[in-house]
């Protein structure tokens, strides 16, 4: 009987990446000296419990972690690349984290919400139709934004620390070498991105909004906002499904969207930033190893 491979994620951030597993993570950054400098953490035995294990309420569990790990890794990069200089602190990076999110909620949800119902008023759109036109205009958001993102050098070289990521995560569960030569022939394709999250979660909304019923333009905007979390969870459940059948000929077409999005989001990394994602990736392993040895024993 084959054994189930760990089911490891990660981010890119500035210089680096973090590498996540199950009770731990790692984040590598190169400095300004050009050495690598490593952070490590334990993780909350809560999301391990049973409520982290429960279809669609882990979605939520896991996103919120991945937020607040995210934001903890991007302030270590950025305190490594500042040196001497102050270090940010955990308000500030707090505050860009609500400010952050409310500008996506505005971009993403309320603008195409808003600009669908201007359709359906002025333009006399039966409301089908301006779902339709809604989830095109937030798509077409989405794809222009990461476009637009991808222009700027430094987060082209964030793009690559991205597709370093991805590529360490595909020789692993490969189960190839994990060396620089090795990892740089992997694609820069995973399909648990987060880029695949987004795409998902777009689509899901054109769905699920068509179900709802005519409502105010107070009404509508408000809905965009509560749904959310709905979408979040939905979207996540679709994520682990396509992941676990993307060997399926079946599956491929449907994931296929998801793949070819990752262009905007990856580029291809150079060996010494898959140096990097092979020493975040590794200090996790070793860590979650640590941790796992020291875990108390299931009661049978």
Known sequence: MSTRLPTYGGQAVLEGVMMRGARTCAVAVRGPNQEIVLDEQNLPAAYRGPLGRLPFLRGLLSLWDSLGLGMRALAFSANVQAGEETPIQPVQMAGTMVVSFAFGIA????????????????????????????????????????WAVGRIAEIQRVFAYHGAEHKTINAFEAGVPLDVKTVSLQPRQHTRCGTSFLLTLVVLSVLLFSLLPPMSFGLRMASRVVAIPLL??????????????????????????????????????????????????????????????????APR
């Open 107 to 146: 971009l993403f949800f309320l603008l195409p919400a808003a600009a669908a119902a201007g359709a359906e008023r002025f333009l006399g759109l039966a409301a089908g139709w301006a779902h339709l036109v809604e989830g095109v205009i937030r798509l077409a958001i989405l794809l222009g934004y990461l």
């Open 232 to 297: 979040a969870m939905l979207a996540y459940e679709y994520i682990r499904f396509s992941a676990r059948w993307s060997a399926k000929p079946w599956m491929r077409p449907l994931i296929a969207p998801n793949l070819a999005l990752q262009g905007l989001t990856t580029r291809e990394p150079d060996a010494s930033m898959i140096e990097v994602a092979l020493a975040a990736f590794s200090a996790m392993r070793k860590r979650e190893s640590e941790s796992e040895a020291q875990a108390p024993a």
